[in-house]
């Protein structure tokens, strides 16, 4: 049974992008080849009938400076001489026969190619293709002087063979290149289909593996694996969220049964009636503001929000926060101080902001005892924005700190004061919506919950004069 990644491999090779890219590089790179060879041939057989012409212009000069009586008798002695002379003569009459020479057909006046057989004992004759010049002498005869042109059919034959060669050469090299590439990149591919079948398959923890190239792959694969840990995020989240939600709804669902069961059974007036309504539609209140609290947190990881983001004076946000809160702060003999720089603004969604704060606030607020001092503080950093919150209550033990910030969490000792456990879980949310640096800290005594703002790159740092 073959696997499927050579499947794949084997069956979108040839299909892929990459291959084909390959084979119009080959497509391209021969057509070029051919304009090279084009050009190259021309030039160089337009450069040796060039020189054959210069020669054989220069060689009918002579013999036709030569005195009509020894013009015959001249052209014979020089084809005597053969293999030394590497040209042609023919010396016609008037009437066109020749008179001496090696070239038996009087061609035209001027330049012109010609085919003459010669015979061979052996072989029975061949046809030489010869380049030849007639001129017309002073006395009426015609001179006709020439050259072999083997030499430049050797050239083409050398050059048609060079350029076949190289041109199989070039696409059979641009073809197995874009083959080894193809295959690469469908690896690289299949890499992800593969992270991509598993997640399919329910495997959530699996990731488009990373490698050390730092190409698009990797950059792709970085994207990828970062959608991939939010999905599965959310996913879990929801997940958690399912099973908290019928776990810590059942008790005070199955309480709010309870009363209106005994409300049933015991009440003996309408004024007991009311009062049994009133503690059930209190019960349905808290089951309500905690579905609400769940929407709120949904919503907020959902990002819907951050397409609004803007510009928050976060300066006077946290100064109205702090003069509403102070007194009831100290109506429970609890004391607020304040440091905040003026001038600060940070890029968000002002109402998610002032939740977060609020929320924490009031987890100072209720997990204190009384007469515990809190702080709000805003600092005008060089690189970020800080806000911290502190409290000299009991605080948080370290190896909680991480599980406190999940929805429905709640620590044994804040079991007994209100809540449901979603306050921080929106705060982190908040605080990972705008990229917020959340940290949960001993403030020795207490709780130090501090907030670090940082500046995207399109963002000022956000401080008014």
């Known amino acids: 049974?073959?696997?499927?990644?050579?499947?794949?491999?084997?069956?979108?090779?040839?299909?892929?992008?990459?291959?084909?890219?390959?084979?119009?590089?080959?497509?391209?790179?021969?057509?070029?080849?051919?304009?090279?060879?084009?050009?190259?041939?021309?030039a160089a057989r337009n450069y040796i009938e060039g020189q054959l012409r210069?020669?054989?212009s220069d060689e009918a000069a002579e013999v036709a400076v030569?005195?009509?009586?020894?013009?015959?008798?001249?052209?014979?002695?020089?084809?005597?001489?053969?293999?030394?002379?590497?040209?042609d003569y023919g010396l016609f009459e008037?009437?066109?026969?020749?008179?001496?020479?090696?070239?038996?057909?009087?061609?035209?006046?001027?330049?012109?190619?010609?085919?003459?057989?010669?015979?061979?004992?052996?072989?029975?004759?061949y046809v030489r293709r010869m380049l030849v010049l007639a001129t017309t002498l002073d006395d009426g005869r015609i001179l006709v002087v020439g050259r072999d042109l083997a030499s430049v059919e050797q050239l083409d034959s050398l050059l048609k063979r060079t350029f076949t060669w190289a041109s199989l050469a070039v696409?059979?090299?641009?073809?197995?290149?874009?083959?080894?590439?193809?295959?690469?990149?469908?690896?690289r591919v299949e890499v992800v289909a593969s992270a991509a079948s598993r997640i399919a398959a329910g495997d959530l923890g699996a990731r488009v593996a990373v490698t050390r190239r730092g190409d698009e792959f990797d950059r792709l694969a970085v994207s990828l694996n970062s959608m991939l840990e939010r999905i599965q995020t959310l996913v879990e989240g929801m997940r958690q969220v399912s099973s908290d939600i019928a776990h810590d709804l059942r008790t005070p669902l199955t309480h709010l049964r309870q009363?209106?069961?005994?409300?049933?059974?015991e009440a003996t007036s309408i004024e007991s009636y009311d009062q049994a309504c009133e503690r059930a539609l209190a019960d349905v209140d808290g089951v309500l503001e905690t579905f609400s609290a769940l929407l709120r947190i949904t919503k907020v990881e959902s990002r819907q929000r951050q397409a609004g983001f803007a510009e928050v004076a976060l300066s006077p946000l946290l100064e109205r926060l702090a003069d509403d809160y102070r007194p009831m702060l100290e109506d429970d003999g609890r004391m607020l101080h304040t440091d905040i720089a003026p001038g600060v603004q940070v890029h968000g969604d002002a109402l998610l902001l002032t939740q977060m704060v609020v929320n924490l606030i009031e987890n100072a607020l209720h997990h204190t005892p009384p007469g515990t001092p809190v702080r709000l503080k805003l600092e005008a950093?060089?690189?970020?924005?800080r806000v911290i919150i502190e409290d000299a209550g009991p605080g948080i033990p370290a190896h909680e700190r991480t599980r406190v910030l999940k929805r429905f969490v709640r620590l044994d000792a804040a079991r007994t004061t209100p809540g449901n456990?979603?306050?921080?879980?929106?705060?982190?949310?908040?605080?990972?919506?705008?990229?917020?640096?959340?940290?949960?800290?001993?403030?020795?005594?207490?709780?130090?919950?501090?907030l670090d703002f940082t500046f995207p790159p399109n963002i000022s740092k956000g401080v008014t004069p």
């Open 381 to 385: 950093l060089d690189k970020l924005r």
């Open 259 to 265: 009363k209106l069961e005994t409300a049933m059974q």
């Open 66 to 87: 030569l005195h009509a009586n020894v013009r015959a008798d001249a052209v014979r002695r020089v084809l005597a001489r053969r293999p030394r002379t590497p040209f």
């Open 94 to 125: 008037r009437d066109h026969t020749l008179i001496a020479g090696d070239v038996r057909q009087e061609p035209a006046i001027g330049w012109s190619k010609v085919d003459q057989r010669e015979e061979h004992a052996r072989s029975g004759g």
């Open 171 to 187: 696409v059979l090299l641009a073809l197995m290149g874009g083959m080894v590439t193809a295959l690469s990149y469908l690896r």
């Open 54 to 56: 210069q020669d054989i």
């Open 421 to 450: 456990g979603l306050g921080l879980a929106l705060v982190a949310a908040v605080a990972d919506l705008h990229q917020i640096a959340l940290t949960l800290a001993d403030a020795g005594p207490g709780l130090r919950v501090q």
């Open 1 to 42: 049974m073959s696997h499927p990644a050579s499947s794949l491999l084997g069956a979108s090779l040839f299909k892929s992008a990459a291959f084909r890219l390959a084979a119009l590089q080959a497509f391209l790179f021969a057509l070029a080849a051919l304009v090279l060879f084009l050009v190259s041939w021309l």
